[in-house]
């Protein structure tokens, strides 16, 4: 009972650090038209600040993956955590677009990608045999993050001048104040685990040991598609509501993430109760969840693009959250169940960093399709993504899984 009671509370001190970590990336997003108008640029230079903190991400992130092998990783991850948070503060003094270049795309970058593989390593030691249920809560209180996270930014951006700013000067003193704590409060998983061995990876080995695998390189790239709809939606909905269908800057940045993510959380709470409970019985119940949640997300994001009145959209919002929600239920476990332990890290980084250079792409690419073409176009095309992911797993279930599978 008290080794349970400790991964609880293990749990939920990550569970506050990743509340943060999701929620504070969508302090841009929800106050995007607010920021553009203070610093008088384009959509797509706004949107080339979105693009460069994932490009940072996906840089660094290998890096950090085989540091939080190779290094405690509580420290990892509270490196990590510490920098992110120190780049959201700092971000609410910027006074251009330069100076928000540096604080939120390359501090908070850098800082989010030392946080992130570390802590899913530490939770997959400490929950060995429900990693997938831990998973879908610590992703149910991101979910939660990024609602309470991008309302409080709408609000602050639509009833005070530069308003866009106390968010980043709330949650990021919070971030810090909460790491600080962290230090006291975290213990090393090895120390929590000690009757799992903890050897140690290398840089070459995790590189050989993801993109020798099929199944892992579909994975990884079904990753990137993800995540590329995830920054042009998350990026772009606020602005898309307020502009389309002239709802108020606190409306948008509250409902474009209120109701995607309330479908998100039934998804991922379904989707990891289903893996946990059918795995053991059909090795690949995992690539068929995520394959799931992708294609039939397809033809929830087209109707959100195309609804006529405020209400469906919103419908269809909670759809593609739901489908979303299934998938990210997945992620992780599917990658695990063909790469050994002790590369979990390793390889969640080098996964990460594929898609985040790859699909950091589409905040940019959106902003230009809102300017040049339509919104409404630039919405729907997120749908071609998701439908190339699922036939990505597709392909991984039917061709390599077998042979690549390691438990």
Not at 384 to 395: E, N, P
């Amino acid at each position: 009972m008290c080794k349970i009671t400790d991964k609880n509370r293990t749990l939920f001190f990550l569970l506050v650090a990743y509340f943060l970590y999701q929620g504070t990336r969508q302090i841009v997003g929800a106050a995007l038209p607010q920021i553009q108008r203070s610093f008088g640029v384009s959509k797509t230079e706004i949107g080339a600040v979105v693009t460069l903190f994932a490009l940072l991400y996906g840089i660094c992130v290998p890096v950090a993956g085989v540091a939080a092998d190779m290094l405690k990783r509580k420290w990892v991850i509270l490196a990590g955590a510490g920098l992110f948070c120190l780049g959201i503060f700092l971000s609410g003094f910027a006074c251009g677009i330069g100076m928000l270049f540096v604080t939120y795309g390359i501090l908070n970058g850098c800082g989010q990608s030392f946080f992130y593989p570390g802590m899913i390593a530490f939770l997959r030691r400490l929950h060995k045999n429900s990693f997938a249920t831990a998973f879908s809560i610590l992703q149910s209180g991101s979910y939660v993050g990024v609602i309470v996270i991008s309302s409080v930014a709408g609000i602050f951006a639509g009833h005070f001048a530069d308003g866009w700013r106390i968010p980043f000067w709330i949650f990021g003193g919070i971030g810090i104040l909460w790491t600080l704590l962290l230090i006291y409060k975290l213990h090393d998983d090895e120390a929590e685990n000690p009757e799992v061995p903890a050897p140690r990876a290398t840089v070459g080995e995790a590189f050989r040991v993801l993109f020798c695998k099929p199944t892992a390189i579909c994975v990884t790239l079904a990753l990137v598609t993800m995540l590329y709809v995830d920054f042009g939606f998350k990026t772009w909905m606020p602005t898309f509501l307020q502009e389309h269908f002239a709802a108020s800057p606190a409306e948008a940045a509250f409902t474009s993430v209120l109701w995607h993510y309330f479908g998100a959380f039934f998804g991922v709470q379904l989707g990891g109760r289903l893996a946990d409970r059918f795995v053991k019985r059909h090795h690949g119940v995992r690539l068929v969840i995520g394959m799931t949640g992708l294609a039939c997300g397809v033809p929830a994001i087209l109707a959100m693009a195309y609804a006529p009145d405020l209400t469906l959209c919103y419908a269809a919002m909670t759809l593609f959250g739901f489908c979303r929600g299934v998938y990210d239920s997945s992620i992780y476990t599917a990658l695990f169940d063909v790469v050994e332990v002790r590369y979990h890290a390793s390889a969640t980084g080098v996964m990460l960093a594929v898609a985040f250079v790859l699909g950091s792409a589409a905040p940019v690419l959106v902003g230009w399709m809102f300017e040049h073409l339509s919104m409404t176009f630039g919405v729907a095309s997120l749908g071609v993504f998701y439908l190339v992911g699922a036939a990505l797993l597709l392909i991984a279930k039917l061709f390599f899984l077998k042979r690549d599978y390691c438990g």
